[in-house]
Structures are given as structure tokens and as C-alpha cells.
């Protein structure tokens, strides 16, 4: 493979995945590591914090190194280096971010701070080159449920978040109520099909105040209330129908939300992203939602939908395409919850 100075080496530990990758800065993949840390949290149903920062620890010089070999690059190839900053577990965060510092102060060279929301959207811009703007991008994770409007390249506007779960939490409790693993998003995917999503009547949450703002702790207690009423555990004869029409109405709640931006910006593209945008119910209603408003709609591979440092990489070269500032390595942070200004 022909070897140019133009790499990126780009490091995302968010939450639990371990994920390195090394991307050009004309933004070809030479290659993306994701080491998923499902099978230490499974037995709690849920991430614990403390445990992902330590395995982040051991894990990511093991897949730094196995992002450089698949890309066939040395350190010393690399031009410039990315990394996740916020928002996520903050010890999770640090190793990263720690991490990636030493490399760009050893080897003199810029370290690009990213966001991880950020990089999510940018997730939809590695398949899709021309996406027209003004766009709404609509955020779906384990973490974040959260809707922007970008009037162009790498602007983002904040129209609505969630004001208590997000929507892959809610998905990945109700799973671990049921017994049925971790994360519970793809597990309740793959149960719910071929399931009557009319069979469990759900309330849609409504914002009083005509906010864009999003909730899932309501649909979440709801599950739980029918859960214990109707005595449904994981053998029972309608649990497919019970998950379909779980899975059904959180679709149709982040779906709502984002036809309310459609009737109040005036948007050319809509585009879908995180973990959750893997769901299959989600991503063919939110393409019928496209044609339905006569608006373009664009998703990623679902591949780069849940968290992954190419994601990262990307938006590290475009950052640098368009020559945005670039801060000291030194004075690089992490951060829990919000970009700070
Ligand atoms: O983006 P991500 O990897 O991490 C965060 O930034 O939070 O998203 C993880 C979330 C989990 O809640 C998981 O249950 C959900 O994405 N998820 C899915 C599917 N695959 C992952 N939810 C529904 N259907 C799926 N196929
Ligand atoms: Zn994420």
C-alpha cells in the first residue's frame, strides 16, 4: 500500500467500546478496531462505569496497535491524532483522551478533541457525500437521544434532548427487567419480529410546552407497569407482540419529534444516527417519514451506528479540510455532558 504523511489515528472511549482507527485525510477507512466490552457489563444489564474505565485501560494499546497493523502505518506515519472528548463516562473518557495526548506530545503532532455527538452525525456523512443543508439530524443511542439542526458543514444547533432516559437506555432496561440480556436493543429486535406492534397500547409522550425535547422514562415505567399486570416474562406466549409494540412506540416518539422540526425548519435532508439507528423498524419508518414530508433521508451504515473511532477519524478530517482551529495538545479536556463554549 502506498504510504503518504496524511493519516489520522483517531481513538473513541466514550462508554464501552474500545475502538481505534486510522482514516486519511481524504477520508478512506484504512481501518476501524471496535472492541465491545458487552460480555463484562452483561451480567449487571447495564454499563458500570468503574468496570469500563478499567478495561479501557487494558484494552487500548492492544487496539491502537491492531488499528496501525490493519492499516499497514506506523506511529510515526501518522499526521495527526483524534480523540473523543465528551460527552460520555468521564473515566472512560480520560483514558483516551489521556492516552492520545502522550502520542501527539511524543510525536509533535496536532491532537483534534472531538464530539461524540458530533461524530455520530458525521457517522451518516461516510456513506453519503452530498447531503444537502439546512438538514436535522436526529441523534438515537444508549446515551443520548438528541435532535440538531446543521445549517451547513460541521454547524450544529441543539432543537431538543432528553430530558431523563435515553432512548437505547429505555430499550436496554426493559430487556434487563425481562431477563433477556445485554444491550437490549438488538435482543429486542431480533424477539420483536414478526410481532403485532398493535397488540400493547402505548401513550406517546407530548411536551407541554411545545418543546422539542424528548422522554422515555414514561414509555419505559409503562413497559414495566404491563410487564408485572399482565405477569410477562421472557416465555411468555405474547412476548414478541408485547416487545414489537415497546420497540414500536419509541420509534414513533423520536419520529414525532422530528416530523414537529420538519413543520417548524425548513430542512432539505434528515439524517438518523447511533446505536439505536441500527434498528431495523427505525430505519424504515424514518425513510418512509422522508417521502412522506418529500425531504431527503440519509443513515449510516450500521456498522459506524454504534460507537467507533472511523466515525471519529472522519470528522477529524474535516475539521482539518476546512481549517478549523486546532488547540494545544496540552490544553485538550474531557468533558461528562456538554461541549463547553
Ligand atoms: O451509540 P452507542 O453504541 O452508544 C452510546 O453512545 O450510547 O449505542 C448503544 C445503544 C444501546 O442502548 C443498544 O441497545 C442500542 O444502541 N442498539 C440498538 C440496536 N443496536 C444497538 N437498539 C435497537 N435496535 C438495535 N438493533
Ligand atoms: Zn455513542
Known sequence: MEISANYILAIETSCDETSAAVVSFDRQIRSNVVLSQDLIHAPFGGVVPELASRQHL?????????????????????????????????????????FAKALAYYYHRPLIGIDHLQAHIESVFLSHRDIPFPSLALIVSGGHTSLFYLPERLKYRLLGRTRDDAAGEALDKVAKFLGLGYPGGPIIERLA??????????????????????SFSGLKTAALKLIKDEEITASHAQLKDFLASFESAIVES???????????????????????????RLRSCFLELGKEKGVKAYLPLPE????????????AAEIIRLNKPIASPLDLDAYARFKPD
Open 304 to 315: 459506524y451506528c454504534t460507537d467507533n473511532a472511523a466515525m471519529v477519524g472522519a470528522l
Open 58 to 98: 487494558k484494552t487500548i494499546l492492544p487496539v491502537v496497535e491492531e488499528a496501525l497493523r490493519r492499516s499497514e502505518l506506523k506511529l510515526q506515519d501518522i499526521a495527526a491524532f483524534a480523540v473523543t472528548q465528551g460527552p460520555g463516562l468521564i473515566g472512560s473518557l480520560l483514558v483516551g483522551v489521556c
Open 254 to 280: 423520536l419520529l414525532f419529534n422530528l416530523s414537529q422540526a420538519l413543520s417548524i425548519y425548513k430542512a432539505e435532508a434528515i439524517l438518523l444516527c447511533g446505536g439505536v439507528a441500527r434498528n431495523r
Open 193 to 214: 419480529e414478526g410481532g403485532f406492534a398493535r397488540a400493547f397500547a402505548f401513550a406517546i409522550p407530548r411536551m407541554k410546552d411545545n418543546s422539542l425535547d424528548f
